[in-house]
């Protein structure tokens, strides 16, 4: 053997092993094809946002999940199977386990089992970056965690303590752990009502002007269309909630002052926990004057994306406030073509592209909404301007509703004295 190769047999990778995952979903009597398809996506595109490819993707046509295991025999064997031969690191299930499936499918499969919950919750952990979002994270995970100690850690079962001890056998690790989260729970929640005092404070001193708070499903461009008005430099990345925490920023358009907030991305099964625990970053929502509705036009189920998002807002009483309705990355579909038109596209080529009928959209959201939509593509900067005379427009709405009397030059004023106060 040459030197060069007992050298070579020395070196160690240092690059960071990228996990493998598998994905598991059951396939309801009234899912199409594509939905399942999507769902999955969808729950691939979390997996890559923590950090695990996907490797392979089952599925079982089923009404209800297995109590035990989620999944049916044949199909648990089928997994198991693949898991062991190709050494897959994880499972992922598109639903939520109870405490009792989980253990059984660790015991069973023997790698780390994820369920939807689980997956956005580390997610979430990994992108916090604030105190608020990482004391509201870590409370939701300890939540969620509390009941699922014995299926998650095979050593929390040994005995702390022993028979030759003064205590006898002493208690379960299990119940200590246990006991240790409880008290977390207990300090995390204490910490999240000061940081909230705080938050109510700074929202009071925000009182006498108008504001304005983005939401959306998550990964709709949301942060993007901020660094656009703002322009400042907030993470926008092309992955499932890039933000987290909630940003605030002061804007000035023609004599205007208004706030403008990104928020958390919705999401489909978004954790209950979450909802929960987020309730101060949601106040941004809940107390704005007017939201701006991101969608992501060029996702083939954006209309189920709205729902969902109207849908969340109703759950935290946010559903009665004016809406403003923006249609973003335009420039990835072709506008629907006229009869005349389509006269000269081929078959193939109508099948292929993704047409949309910008017209009959902002028709049917308008006569709902009462607000006309925009449709832009904020990160190559198409139609900023359409987008910002409609944000003006309604953000002047909201304003005279808080001064129903006020000129523009008494405007320009107080704008200039609120820049001083900052």
């Known amino acids: 053997m040459s030197k060069i190769s007992r050298k070579l047999q020395k070196l160690h990778e240092t690059a960071?092993?990228?996990?493998?995952?598998?994905?598991?979903?059951?396939?309801?009597?009234?899912?199409?094809?594509?939905?399942?398809?999507?769902?999955?996506?969808?729950?691939?595109?979390?997996?890559?946002?923590?950090?695990?490819?996907?490797?392979?993707?089952?599925?079982?046509?089923?009404?209800?999940?297995?109590?035990?295991?989620?999944?049916?025999?044949?199909?648990?064997?089928?997994?198991q199977a693949y898991v062991e031969h190709f050494a897959v690191d994880m499972v992922i299930?598109?639903?939520?386990?109870?405490?009792?499936?989980?253990?059984?499918?660790?015991?069973?499969?023997?790698?780390?089992?994820?369920?939807?919950?689980?997956?956005?919750?580390?997610?979430?952990?990994?992108?916090?970056?604030?105190?608020?979002?990482?004391?509201?994270?870590?409370?939701?995970?300890?939540?969620?965690?509390?009941?699922?100690?014995?299926?998650?850690?095979?050593?929390?079962?040994?005995?702390?303590?022993?028979?030759?001890?003064?205590?006898?056998?002493?208690?379960?690790?299990?119940?200590?752990?246990?006991?240790?989260?409880?008290?977390?729970?207990t300090l995390l929640k204490e910490k999240l009502r000061e940081i909230e005092k705080q938050g109510i404070t700074q929202r009071k001193g925000r009182k006498g002007i108008?504001?304005?708070?983005?939401?959306?499903?998550?990964?709709?461009?949301?942060?993007?269309?901020?660094n656009l008005i703002t322009k400042t430099d907030i993470l926008a990345e092309n992955k499932l909630f890039a933000t987290v925490d909630s940003t605030v920023r002061k804007v000035v358009l023609e004599n205007i002052p208004f706030l403008l907030s990104d928020t958390v991305g919705f999401i489909r099964k978004l954790p209950t926990h979450l909802i929960e625990s987020f309730k101060s970053t949601l106040d941004e929502i809940r107390e704005a004057d007017l939201l701006v509705h991101v969608v992501d036009i060029s996702h083939h189920a954006f209309e189920d994306h709205i729902a969902v998002v109207t849908q969340t807002l109703q759950e935290i009483k946010a559903g009665d406030k004016p809406i403003l309705l923006v249609f973003n990355k335009i420039d990835q579909v072709q506008q629907m073509p006229s009869e005349e038109e389509s006269q000269h596209i081929s078959e193939h080529e109508l099948q292929e592209t993704r047409y949309v009928d910008f017209k009959a959209l902002s028709d049917a959201y308008e006569k709902k909404n009462g607000i006309k939509p925009v449709f832009m593509a904020a990160g190559l900067g198409d139609n900023v301007e359409g987008f910002?005379?409609?944000?003006?427009?309604?953000v002047k709405k909201q304003h005279r509703k808080i001064y129903p009397h006020y000129l523009e030059n008494e405007v320009v004023d107080w704008s200039g004295k609120w820049e001083e106060s900052e």
Not at 49 to 76: C, E, H, S, W
Not at 210 to 226: E, F
């Open 210 to 226: 108008v504001r304005v708070a983005l939401v959306g499903y998550t990964n709709v461009g949301k942060s993007t269309l901020m």
């Open 93 to 185: 299930f598109d639903d939520d386990l109870s405490p009792s499936q989980m253990r059984n499918l660790e015991n069973e499969i023997k790698v780390k089992i994820y369920d939807r919950s689980l997956l956005i919750l580390d997610i979430f952990l990994q992108r916090a970056q604030t105190a608020q979002a990482k004391t509201q994270v870590e409370l939701a995970r300890f939540q969620y965690l509390l009941p699922r100690l014995t299926n998650m850690w095979t050593h929390l079962e040994r005995q702390r303590g022993g028979t030759g001890t003064r205590g006898g056998a002493g208690e379960k690790e299990i119940e200590t752990d246990k006991r240790d989260i409880r008290n977390k729970i």
């Open 388 to 394: 910002r005379e409609a944000l003006v427009a309604e």
């Open 16 to 79: 960071p092993k990228v996990e493998t995952a598998v994905l598991v979903t059951l396939i309801r009597q009234h899912q199409s094809d594509q939905e399942v398809e999507e769902h999955l996506d969808e729950l691939a595109f979390l997996a890559e946002t923590l950090g695990a490819k996907t490797v392979y993707r089952f599925t079982q046509k089923m009404d209800k999940p297995d109590i035990r295991t989620f999944v049916g025999k044949g199909k648990l064997e089928d997994i």
